[in-house]
């Protein structure tokens, strides 16, 4: 189960949690001590990727250097950058490469129909917001929105945050000018500081440090909630967030959930009790976009059960979209690592272009391994997404195809701000399924930017923020996110089509006599 404390009495005994790689590797640049992590679950040692692929290249922890690397920062002493490495590199890793593969195989599931992917979380976390409720109302939200994804598609929700990790952000441009200044850009918490002077934009290694705590903490105080009691379905009536207390959003969770209390006490009459594990605790995972290519580097083990490298920074790992060139420093560290890997995909993405990354990222075609991220707005999800679902379908690849709409429909608004309209979000939502219904293709997900604060960053919703409204509490250090009546009110918008998909696929078995 992900997420649970990984008991070093399942281990062997005698054997050490870390021991030295066996083999000696070739060095590029910054010195290196690289360890070998022993994991709960085995994996089969012959699928490792630490070998030549289909670039007909050999994978390394180093072959990215000879690449070409977009959105790095460039830090102004080496040796101190190199200290931190090593730091990070003698440290223990986050996450257990057993958890990974368990996620893995969730989204394997996913990709057949038969779970359903949420992943959602910061848009970047900063050291400023964090705080125990800022990570409780987070994860609150997830289990609320879980509730209501689980009951509506009658199928396993994969809850998955952008959390724990989730700092750097790329950029589209690398500096930023405010009144005839010119400063390098804000890259995330753990290269510089958001403060608009030039001793806050350079690029500083510590901050890889406290990012790392940071995550450690968030990471063990999600542990504690996925299998402390939290997260246990009795207490689904509690769960709702106390400013969506007399909100439609908040009315329609409350019924929803009493409907789940009824059918628990049922289950309970039946023999299945409170005890029972899986009442009592929740499988969650961590994720973030795979972008400081130092930072991923240093918490990268070889795993001694399997011999798979394992970026132990996150379960879950993601390239961008400014970020996944065929040829670039990216796609070569990710290539060679196990974690599942997700795509972000814009309108600009060539179908045969995605074909091949997938054959680089994924040579023996794993299900579970790709998950696609989509994000091109409405009316470019409905023209284009048909001819990647094609493309991939043609060349026989396993994917999971999951809807990012948020970054598609990012504006300005008058007074200035970036915000998002709800509305143009649905829309996408509902393009993107609409496009696996013509298809004939699975819809294995969502991922959003939100928060369970009563953030004011993106207009519209039942509870309608305005563009007047949003100076109020506008609060995000990057991009506007999604606040939790508004995460809410789209869960309902996705169950109601997981419903209708379920409900359509039941008839259509009923009608063939299955």
């Known amino acids: ?92 890793p986050i996450v257990f490469a057993g958890e990974a593969r368990s996620l893995e195989d969730r989204l394997a599931e996913a990709a057949q129909g038969k779970a359903f992917l949420l992943q959602g979380g910061d848009c970047a976390e900063s050291f400023k917001e964090f705080n125990a409720n800022n990570i409780r109302d987070t994860f609150r939200l997830i289990l609320q929105m879980g509730v209501v994804l689980m009951f509506g598609g009658q199928m396993p929700v994969v809850k998955v945050g952008r959390m724990a990790g989730q700092f750097a952000k790329p950029r589209s441009d690398s500096f930023e000018e405010k009144d005839g200044v010119k400063l390098p850009s804000y890259r995330g918490d753990n290269i510089n500081g958001d403060a608009f002077d030039s001793e806050s934009r350079i690029p500083d290694p510590d901050r890889m440090i406290r990012a790392y705590c940071q995550s450690v903490a968030t990471l063990n105080l999600l542990r504690a909630f996925a299998t402390g009691g939290y997260a246990a379905m009795q207490r689904v009536t509690h769960w709702n967030l106390d400013f969506m207390e007399h909100s439609e959003q908040g009315d329609r969770y409350r019924e929803l959930a009493h409907r789940v209390d009824e059918a628990l006490g049922f289950m309970g009459v039946a023999g299945l009790t409170a005890e029972h594990p899986i009442m009592t605790t929740t499988d969650f995972w961590t994720s973030h976009e795979c972008l400081l290519l130092p930072y991923e580097q240093a918490l990268t083990r070889e795993d001694s059960t399997s011999g798979l490298y394992y970026d132990c920074s996150a379960h879950m790992l993601w390239v961008g979209e400014r970020t996944r060139q065929l040829d670039g420093a990216h796609v070569e560290f990710l290539r060679g690592v196990s974690n599942p890997l997700g795509i ?66 990012t504006i300005k608004a008058p007074c200035g701000l970036k915000t998002r309209s709800f509305d143009a979000i649905r829309a996408e939502v509902r393009a993107f399924f609409d496009v696996h219904d013509q298809e004939g293709s699975y819809p294995g997900g969502v991922h959003l930017e939100m928060t369970g604060q009563n953030v004011t960053e993106c207009v519209g919703g039942s509870r309608t923020v305005t563009y007047n409204d949003l100076s109020s509490r506008y609060h995000t250090h990057c991009d506007p996110r999604l606040n939790a009546s508004q995460s809410l009110e789209l869960a309902f918008i996705i169950a109601e089509r997981l419903r209708k998909r379920r409900l359509g696929s039941r008839h259509s078995q009923a009608s063939i006599g299955l």
Not at 31 to 52: E, G, L, N, Q, Y
Not at 351 to 376: H, Q, S, W
């Open 1 to 92: 189960m992900a997420l649970t404390p990984t008991s070093l009495s399942l281990l062997p005994p005698k054997q050490p949690l870390f021991k030295p790689i066996s083999k000696p590797h070739q060095h590029l640049s910054l010195p290196t001590t690289h360890k070998r992590i022993s994991a709960v679950h085995a994996a089969d040692s012959s699928k490792s990727t630490a070998t030549s692929t289909s670039t007909g290249t050999q994978w390394s922890l180093e072959s990215w250097k000879v690449k070409k690397a977009l959105q790095l920062p460039e830090y102004p002493d080496q040796n101190t950058l190199d200290s931190v490495l090593k730091t990070l590199e003698s440290f223990p």
């Open 344 to 409: 972000k995909v814009s309108d600009k993405m060539d179908p045969n272009e995605l074909v091949r990354l997938i054959d680089i990222l994924n040579p023996k075609n794993k299900a579970g391994r790709i998950t696609v991220i989509v994000r091109m707005g409405a009316e470019n999800m409905r023209v284009k997404l048909p001819h990647l679902i094609r493309a991939v379908r043609r060349a026989g690849q396993f994917v999971t195809w999951v809807s990012d709409p948020m970054h598609g429909n």
